[in-house]
């Protein structure tokens, strides 16, 4: 294995911040498709679905995927939202498509080349109802990393930033990990 530090991109870049993300930010960025959004969480949703659209070679990367899912489980309601994550398999539309990648592709502002994850950055009640953004994870990280950058990506999908790192050391712009063949 090879351990390095390298960049979690992680914005998307195109979505103003508020100071706050939660439910006091409840209306949708650009009128959304509801009148009256509840204050839950960025799907609207009470079960936000999860699920790998996309991954290289033969890795189970399910199990991973679900510790990250766990992590934010158990964490949502500190930054106010309602809701939980689901890994669904069989679901032909998931709120949440992560895609496994080789290499991540350009992902905003704080892209480079040594980019390991990307997700757009939700921080309002109904944002998400109509993106199709999907979660990007790099493919040669080892298990424990990989579960660490997702759950880092899925910050993005809950409005973090990496201007939280103050607050949620997970939202660090960098981290060291370690890489398998």
């Not at 959304?32 to 969480?41: K, S, T």
């Not at 480079?112 to 950055?121: R, T, Y």
């Amino acid at each position: 294995a090879v351990s390095g530090m390298l960049i979690i991109a992680g914005c998307g870049g195109t979505v103003d911040q508020p100071d706050a993300v939660g439910p006091e930010n409840t209306d949708p960025e650009s009128g959304g498709v509801f009148d009256a959004p509840p204050p839950q969480n960025p799907w609207e949703a009470n079960n936000i679905t999860v699920q790998i659209v996309e991954q290289p070679g033969q890795r189970n990367y399910v199990p991973l995927v679900k510790s990250a899912i766990d992590y934010w489980n158990s964490n949502m309601s500190t930054l106010g939202w309602e809701g939980q994550f689901v890994y669904d398999s069989g679901t032909d539309d998931p709120d949440v498509p992560v895609r496994i990648v080789d290499e991540v592709a350009f992902c905003g502002e704080s892209y480079s080349d040594d980019s390991i994850g990307c997700a757009p950055i939700y921080n309002q009640t109904g944002q998400a109802v109509t993106d199709d953004d999907t979660v990007e994870v790099q493919s040669r990280l080892n298990d424990s990393s990989t579960i660490h950058v997702t759950v880092h990506e899925f910050c993005h999908t809950l409005g973090l930033t990496h201007e939280d790192a103050a607050n949620w050391s997970i939202m660090n712009e960098t981290t060291a990990v370690a890489t398998v063949q």
